[in-house]
């Protein structure tokens, strides 16, 4: 396929198990995307940094995160699959930009905010700078379609910018403006099994649905979802009803959620045989995704390959970013 010319880019932050909410809401643009654009997709671990105390875990993280993303559909030979870390000509226009970031804006970011409060003993450079590095991770690769959700908006605003100061200041057209991207549909909402918000805000595990669960826990935390035993006929569908059928729509046939859906109707609808039906869907789909990131999280060399095979191709698109970005400022004496 005829690829479009702008570039895709998106992070993923190395940290817990890929639940339904991520592959709904992110994982699968990033498949969608993969045919149309150039994409650079990339696990954060540098960012992992500015939270993390203890790193004796950021290997399994990585390699999980990275399994579990080719396991939904990321291909590593239609897009560069990277770590941050394997791109050193990140931190060096993380280094430039930080000559145009401005120390006052940056503390009246939200996010560093929120981190302030959660983390008040270890306030560090990292966290104030944050923005400064996603800025460096976008527009390395001069992207200009980031899919990514409303809460990473803010950070979009200030790689915005960072790209027009630098030109500014620098004289050159050297960076575009990202945007935050997705197919112009609203992302699939995966309701939490609690009743209670979106599964990627749950924090209760037993009302998240993760790639990695087995069988038994997907069945499990099915049969113990929230239901209402149902209000007069003809009230609003309670909530946690509703829920169930919107997660049924992800994956069952059309004919079953017809066929609940006449049931809740007529008032004779048994949440027991919806459930029963709602968890093998989910084992269905879910088993096939973790037993193939089982499988390429155990294959050392298939990991070693894609992450070698992604970093070369992040760096051959960031070396001619920094030397536009150098030959601007002018460090070109030689
Ligand atoms: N900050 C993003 C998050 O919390 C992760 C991220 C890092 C990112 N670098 C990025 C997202 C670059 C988009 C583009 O999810």
Redesign the pocket.
Known sequence: MEKKTDIV?????PTGFLHLGNYFGAVRNYVRMQDAYTCYF?V?DL?ALTTLNETRELRTHVRRVMAENIACGLDPDKVAFYC?SHVPETAELYLFFNMIAYKGELEKTPTFKDKVRLQPNNVNMGLLT?PV??AA??LLHRATL?P??K??EQ?LEIARDYAQRFNQRYGRDVFPEPYAFNFGEALAKVPSLDGAGKMSKSENQMATLYLADSDDAIRKKISKAKTDSGGEPGAPMPDSVANLFQLLRLVAPEDMIAKFAADYEAGTIRYGDMKKELAEGMVRFIAPIRERATDIQNDDVYLRRVMEQGAAKARASAKVTIELAKDAIGLNYI
Do not use: E, F, N
């Open positions: 880019m998106s992070g993923i932050r990339m954060a960012h941050q944050y590095l996603q991770d976008i980031v990514v959700g809460d990473q950070h």
